[in-house]
């Protein structure tokens, strides 16, 4: 019942968005079912159109994830992008210089290399949470700066291609990964991606490492009493976050761009935060949640080309969303089942105190 | 000399100078703080008041309603996320995330619908922010290098800093500001309206970020971009937490982040990598945020185990 709940929820708020989006294009002097009808059009109609969306549906759908994963443990890893970044400048690293390999091999040093860096950046604040309790959203802000600066650095100075254009050398031609929906730019990262996400919610559904993750994240004093080492959890958890956003940075520079460009993102990783947000980073619906925002995002085009109607109202529509996907309260209209629910906030409150008083 | 050039007096202006923006932001921050509410929504409420005042400032040609009417848009930002997160229990973070996307977007809409271009806008038309210039001051070159030609929110800034720090230290609202931050069930023991707290604090936060976004667009410069603010608002919450919430040392906070931008623009002038003095900042706060938990730590760690000692 409570299952059901969420997902009638969530279409609702999707409805309710569409609405208000459907609202402002009429007052506009638009028609909105042509512009809702272009929007889909554009981001399904077509080779050109279906490849776009999925290539933007790859990073969304990682760094989604890697945002997913780290609140499993109660950590608000905001730092995504700048694993992205550094995972993407790696990747390029090891793609331009260790030119010769065997492809093969080549291309899993490129994602090792990007994995084990964003991992590493990761637990910076994963750690610094877990032994002193620092803000973990201020650090993995502040860290997204510091991470753009270094990348803006090698590939302006060290790794540069001197070319005039901030970018790296294009990486060895044999670890580009194939681009299977010409002229579109989808690339067989999405394979990459899918088969990862797979393996990370078998991790979190159905293996020890995921129960530990859970248990640390709704009661880190109920986890220590039954044995499992909180911080080390948490820390474990940043790792397997950033190895993923890392991922996603590597899959973008070998998928899409071939070198690293210089602000490349400009706020994938943000994008996907959202899509794991409206969803409350509920590991079975994150999948569909990106793949949502993928489409409305490469739709916009089609609609904005076809329609008239400014591309930045999707964006619109997508926040109102979010803002009323955040609202927890906000659709329990059965006044019986509000009270329930407060009966059970403040039952969890207590128990909550009871934890402080045990961890005390 | 390089070394003169870079570091002359001029550079305490430029300082104040661009840490302004980022303090209105970081006052911003402080005062929900102190309420226990992380306002990441600064960034946004930031943006929304830099179109306003660009907006208004361009069709009436009166800055100070483009000021006021910044606010008000800063406050509608602002009440957003308390009726979100107060009301319907929306997570802090993720409400002030789903705010800047928010702000973003519809200035990006705005910017196409209301004036006409994408990108950026600037116009002659655009009334600014007077500057402040005192004629005794110009003859001599120091002076006039150092009070001269202040905008009318820097000063105004300095003069914020102060009226925060007695409202928060010196008054009953900010006594009971502060334990509902502290502990809010206390608070309300003692018969403060949490809640209520909770909405006026966000009000202040509002005003203040929309005076911030206001000061970038039609003070600091003369012109709105998309999104302009470019993580200043972030770095006004950084600030908030050099400072650990309190505005005198936030302010210093602010001074450290305009003095390493100032700093880096020059560098890059003689082509330098000035990355890594723009990073400083960042890292100094990171720093500064560890050691001062990790004291509180430690600290704490001593206090129980003095505890335990007496029991047993």
Sequence with gaps: MKVTNKYVNLLFTIVISMLIGAVIMLILGFNPLEAYFQLFKGAFVGKLNLGTTLQKFVPLLLTAMAFAISSRVGVFNVGVEGELYLGAMAAAWVGFTFVGLPAPIHIVLCFAFAMLVGAVWASIPGALKAQWGVNEVCVTILMNYVATFITSYLVNGPFSAKTGVPQTPAVAAGVKLTQFMKPSQAHTGLFVAVAAVIFIYWLMSSSTIGYKFTSVGLNPFHAQYTGIDPKRTMIGAMLLSGAVGGMAGCIEVL?????????FSSGIAFDGMLAALIVKSDIKTVPFMAFFLAVLKSGALGMERYTGVPKAIVDTIIAIFIIFATMEALLAFNKKRKAKKDVQASSGKQSEQGGLKNGI | MEFNSIFDYTLIYATIRAATPILFAALAAVITQQADIINIGTEGIMLTGAFTAVCISYFTGNWFLALIVSMIAGIIMSMIMAVAHIRYKADICAIGTAINMFALAITKFGIKQFLGTTGSFTDPK??????????????????????????????????MVLIMTFMLYRTVWGLRLRSVGRFPM???????????????????????????????SIGYSQMFTENMTNGRGFMGVAAMFFGSTNPMLAWIGCLLFGFTDSIGGRLQAYGWPSQFVLMMPYIITISVLTVSLWRKAVRDAKIKSSLVAEQS
């Design chain 2, 126 to 159: 655009i009334a600014a922010i007077p500057r402040i210039n005192i004629p005794l001051f110009e003859s001599n070159k120091y002076l006039d290098g150092l009070f001269n030609n202040w905008s009318l929110m820097e000063v105004f800034g300095i003069i």
């Design chain 1, 255 to 263: 998928g899409v761009y071939g070198y690293f460009l210089d602000n």
């Design chain 2, 186 to 216: 206390a608070a309300e023991t003692a018969g403060i309206n949490v809640n209520k707290m909770k909405y006026q604090v966000m009000v202040i936060s509002g005003i203040l970020g929309g005076m911030a976004g206001a000061h970038l």
